[in-house]
């Protein structure tokens, strides 16, 4: 379907052609266009060879050129990819040179192209074209959720905005009516902000959320007890030694799997016995079996010091401050001690019975800071070994089994660079282990990560190069735009360049999803986020407001 009035004139003519430019003269911009459609940067064209095949290109910019009395114009345009037999290809170097005809491509054009390549029992729609808002973009919904998704972008871009209306498009779609459909999502919240815009989800925030410290596999337990840059085998070896023997005296199963308890079996001790015990070994003499014969202890005992005698101190303040803080009730407290393992899974993935919801979000806002590694990294292991052992029992009860997890999981961090940074320091070591591995290994067992970030650059490199699907936001930073760029196939051309200054909302969308890179409008969602804008202007010029201070220093102090 060609406009036909360019058949008979040749008004626009095809002049040069590389990999990632097209550039065509057009003598009469007035009859080079699409009815009622005004040509500008970001416009389509179609640009067709001898065989059958047309190129799609999207305008870089405009050009005069002046000479001999003739004024012509000059259109740079980027190939988005190749049209040919009805299908798309991606990339512009399959077409037949010279190119024989070019012409604005229509709305229709566009529209057939995206609705085409993506089959409708597949497509998922959360934007439309930022140059034409009638032209929705939709994408392969089991390609964008099988493989890792980064949203990334300044502060203020969009990405909360963005992430809510993908959970919220994907928690309420549906195939037939019922009430819940079968999406599951984890939402790390650091700000709160994912409260409002999901009122019926599953919501642990700190004084609901209860962590079970037994469930810390080996790593974790010495990250999180020990001193782990003193390095101290005395401390390492009672530390050991009193888990292990206090889960063998608290387990009730077999005595064959009571043999097998080690420091990573996720079964209860109780913290308090390893306090107890260090404290007995830091205290500890030995009956020599002899008497004094003379002095002040004449006729008691002879005691030699045990072999750790006060060599435990410091890891028993360690171990006391930690009991007795507070503020980690959630890890370390009595509810800790008594949740079952069962309990803390379905809680977290939101399977708890007659409370099933599609989403969880998990507000870590009030975990203090020295746990919150410590805290996304049980979670997030937790909800990959389940993956993993829920695909083993799928695959032993019907060894024909080709689907890994028939409930597959997202799990979204909001500001990933605060968990998985790159940077060696020993406080991310837990989180940024559990989120590599679920990078790694993770589409195995049906869990899949959304990772939005303001900092790109600052993010783990191990865990960017695995994502395939990007929303790249308004990025004002250039050292995050060079990462990004990167990051992002070379053939985007000027594309990327116009990142710098998109308007909220706006973003390049590029992936395997997607049949086209798309510079797209996020929609609106249908409840926002909550926002961290506080109004300044129109508080500040409010009557004066007493603060009650007594009552912040009760809370403060609780
Ligand atoms: N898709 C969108 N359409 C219109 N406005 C948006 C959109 N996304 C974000 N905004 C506006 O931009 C502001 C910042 O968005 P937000 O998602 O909080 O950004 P970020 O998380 O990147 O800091 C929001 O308050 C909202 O008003
Ligand atoms: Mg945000």
Redesign the pocket.
């Known amino acids: 379907m060609m406009t036909s009035d360019t058949n008979e004139k040749i008004n626009a003519q095809v002049i040069a052609v590389f990999p990632d430019k097209v550039k065509i003269v057009v003598e009469d911009l007035e009859h080079f266009k699409v009815a009622e459609e005004s040509l500008k940067v970001g416009s389509y064209l179609k640009i067709a060879d001898n065989e059958n095949a047309v190129l799609i290109a999207v305008i870089e910019n405009f050009q005069i050129s002046v000479g001999e009395g003739v004024q012509n114009y000059i259109i740079e345009a980027f190939p988005l990819g190749v049209l040919r037999n009805g299908k798309f290809e991606r990339g512009g170097d399959s077409l037949a040179i010279p190119p024989k005809e070019v012409v604005p491509a229509t709305i229709e054009d566009i529209k057939k192209i995206y609705e085409d390549t993506v089959n409708p029992v597949e497509s998922f729609t959360f934007?439309h074209l930022a140059s034409n808002k009638e032209v929705a973009v939709p994408i392969n919904g089991n390609k964008f959720f099988n493989k890792h998704i980064a949203i990334v972008?300044?502060?203020?871009?969009?990405?909360?905005?963005?992430?809510?209306?993908i959970i919220q498009k994907a928690t309420s779609e549906k195939h037939e009516d019922f009430h819940l459909n079968n999406s599951h999502v984890i939402v790390f919240d650091v700000h709160s902000?994912y409260k409002t815009a999901f009122p019926n989800a599953n919501y642990i925030d700190i004084s609901n959320l209860i962590l079970p410290y037994w469930m810390l596999n080996s790593e974790e337990l010495e990250e999180f007890f020990l001193d782990t840059e003193a390095n101290d085998h005395n401390q390492r070896n009672i530390f050991k030694e009193s888990i292990i023997f206090d889960r063998k005296q608290k387990f009730t199963g077999d005595e064959d799997d009571k043999q097998k308890i080690h420091l990573d079996s996720p079964i209860l001790f109780d913290i308090n016995e390893v306090l107890n015990f260090s404290k007995f070994k830091n205290t500890e003499q030995i009956d020599t079996g002899e008497v004094y014969a003379s002095g002040d202890k004449k006729g008691q005992p002879k005691l030699n010091q045990g072999s750790l005698y006060g060599k435990l101190t410091n890891f028993i303040n360690r171990l006391e401050n930690k009991i007795n803080d507070k503020r980690l009730d959630f890890f370390l407290g009595e509810k800790s001690k008594n949740i079952t393992f069962e309990e803390t899974l379905q809680n977290l993935l939101g399977f708890t019975p007659k409370k099933e919801s599609n989403i969880t979000i998990i507000d870590l806002s009030g975990v203090p800071f020295e746990v919150l590694s410590i805290t996304v990294s049980l979670i997030s292991r937790l909800i990959f070994e389940y993956g993993y052992i829920y695909k083993k029992l799928r695959c032993i009860e019907n060894p024909e089994e080709k689907i890994n997890n028939d409930a597959p999981i997202l799990l979204v961090y909001?500001e990933a660079h605060k968990y998985v940074p790159n940077s060696d320091l020993s406080k991310y070591r837990s989180s940024k282990l559990s989120i590599e591995r679920i990078a790694k290994e993770g589409r195995k067992y049906g869990v899949t990560l959304l990772l939005?970030s303001?900092r790109p650059s600052e993010i783990s490199e191990t865990i960017f190069a695995q994502c395939n699907n990007f929303i790249a936001?308004r990025l004002t930073n250039p050292v995050d735009q060079a990462y990004v760029r990167k990051l992002l196939p070379d053939s985007l051309g000027s594309l990327i360049d116009k990142m710098t200054s998109f308007?909220?909302?706006?973003a390049l969308l590029v992936g395997e999803s997607i049949i086209l890179p798309s510079i797209v409008?996020?929609?609106?969602?249908s409840i926002?986020?909550s926002?961290?804008?506080i109004p300044y202007w129109e508080l500040w010029k409010n009557k004066w407001k007493d603060i009650d201070i007594s009552k912040i220093k009760t809370e403060w102090h609780k």
Request: negative net charge; hydrophobic residues 20%; charged residues 25%.
């Open positions: 934007s972008g300044s502060t203020g871009s969009g990405k909360s905005h963005t992430l809510a209306k902000e909001e939005a303001q936001m308007k909220q909302g706006e409008q996020i929609e609106p969602c926002a986020p926002s961290n804008d």
